[in-house]
């Protein structure tokens, strides 16, 4: 485990005891919330796009861009993760084979290796998993590891950002009180 993360743990479960002890922390309470959120708070009513491995690059090209996305879950039943598919993939796949690109199918070029994560991982882990592994989106799965969401890294920095605005209104108003 990387030592940032090691280190954001041991202050969380500081803070933890000194509640537990009645006692004010540190740490704010905004911060271990956000230690503790569920993925399952981020993909709330967000749809999923997937494409179908036969698809071909122009097909991709357009679905991204129609549906605003960045990667597509590739899918023949919408259910079953057969692979995932990127704008980035897209740009790799050019390299000297630009005149190729225009035969080629989503299933040349998709990743099969798939990450994914359930509505109760942590956004601290899917932040570390993202980091570590340089990944940008992550597929969400329930329990049978069928697909229901997806969640990108925008989604986890809106998410952060959020929390971190939380965070200084709260201390913010903690100062103005004059406690």
Known sequence: MPPAVVQEKRRFNQAALLLLAGKRAVWSHSRAKEWLMKIGSIISGKRVETISASA????????????????????????????????????????????????????????????????ESTVSELMQMMTELRIRH?????????????????????????????????????VASGN
């Open 138 to 174: 992550v597929p969400v799965v329930d329990a049978t590891g069928a697909l229901i969401s997806i969640v990108s890294i925008g989604d986890v920095v809106k998410n952060h950002v959020s929390e971190l605005d939380s965070e200084r209104r709260a201390l913010r108003d903690y």
């Open 56 to 119: 071909s690059i122009h097909d991709l090209v357009n679905s991204l861009n129609s549906h605003h996305v960045g990667a597509l879950v590739v899918s023949s039943d919408g259910k079953k993760i057969d692979g995932i598919v990127s704008e980035r993939d897209v740009v790799r796949a050019m390299p000297g084979k630009l005149d190729q690109l225009i035969g080629m199918h989503v299933r040349d070029i998709m990743t099969v290796d798939v990450h994914t994560c359930t509505p």
